[in-house]
């Protein structure tokens, strides 16, 4: 038997079928909505609300699960709609959200969230651009085909670049590894990915890039320097409380005007 074949028959995560007709879609209970195009997804609930409150936003729609509802909001932001929603946290309900927003009608994307890091060089709150991911979660498999890594766009890591230059904010642009296990990463495992070239971690870059790439619309993200796991202890690092989490949001908000 041919070896790949029997990879792939025994680890069904690698079962990919590019047929585009699901049984269950997106389309089936959400519609386009006026002025979809641009959204940031946010991974910070305070700065969701406080911007919401601040501007006195109104909710443009609601994605529902089954454990809590994520409003999304619009702002008119240098003349045109911006939404920008929450995600929750981890691949399969982050993609699966995405996906949602997809079939509303929106087209461009700009995720904005934190991420542990694996140099301590990489100080709390540096921005860091995500140019490929490697694929150490399961939800990617399912809309683009196995692959180590998936690779952000050049033309849209040159855009999210460009509006760092210009504003003057220093950033590095490196490889991330997502997964979805944070309890298991583990010495050896953060030892490989930093060998590869990564220089952070977090849980849905790959599934993001993947649903992007399988839908044909623009998707890319601003990460900042979080914990920090490059040595033998955890180092926190009051991450969950950096002063950098809104202005990433408004630089989020400008890269995705220029996608």
């Given amino acids: 038997m041919n070896v790949a074949h029997e990879v ?31 959204c940031v997804i946010c991974f910070f609930r305070e ?7 601040e ?27 911006l939404a920008f929603f929450h995600p929750g946290v981890g691949a ?22 934190g991420a542990g890091v694996l140099d301590r060089e990489v100080q709390a709150g540096k921005v860091v651009i995500p140019r490929a991911a490697v694929r150490d979660e399961g939800t990617s498999y399912h809309y683009v085909a196995p692959a180590r890594e998936i690779e952000i766009p050049p033309a849209i890591i040159a855009a999210l670049e460009t509006n760092l230059k ?18 298991r990463e583990t010495e050896a495992r953060r030892d490989r990915r930093r060998a590869e070239g990564c220089l952070t ?13 399988h839908r044909n619309v623009l998707f890319g993200q601003y990460l900042y320097g979080g914990d920090n796991i490059s040595g033998p202890e955890w180092d926190e690092r009051g991450w969950r409380t950096h002063s950098v989490r809104e202005s990433l949001f408004w630089l989020a908000a400008d890269a995705c005007l220029a996608l």
């Fill in 8 to 38: 792939t028959q025994n680890y069904p995560i690698l079962e990919y079928d590019a047929d585009s007709k699901a049984i269950i879609s997106p389309s089936l209970s959400h519609r386009p909505l006026p002025g979809a195009e641009r």
């Fill in 47 to 53: 700065v969701i609300d406080r911007v919401a409150n």
């Fill in 55 to 81: 501007y006195r936003l109104r909710v443009k729609t609601v994605l529902t699960t089954q454990f809590a509802d994520h409003p999304v909001y619009e702002i008119e932001y240098r003349g045109g709609p």
């Fill in 92 to 113: 399969p309900l982050a993609a699966a959200l995405m996906d949602e927003m997809i079939a509303h009608g929106y087209s461009k994307f700009v995720a904005c969230g």
């Fill in 166 to 183: 210009e504003k003057g904010v220093p950033f590095v642009a490196a490889k991330t590894w997502t997964t979805d296990a944070f309890f």
């Fill in 201 to 213: 971690v977090e849980m849905e870059c790959a599934s993001f890039a993947a649903v992007a790439q």
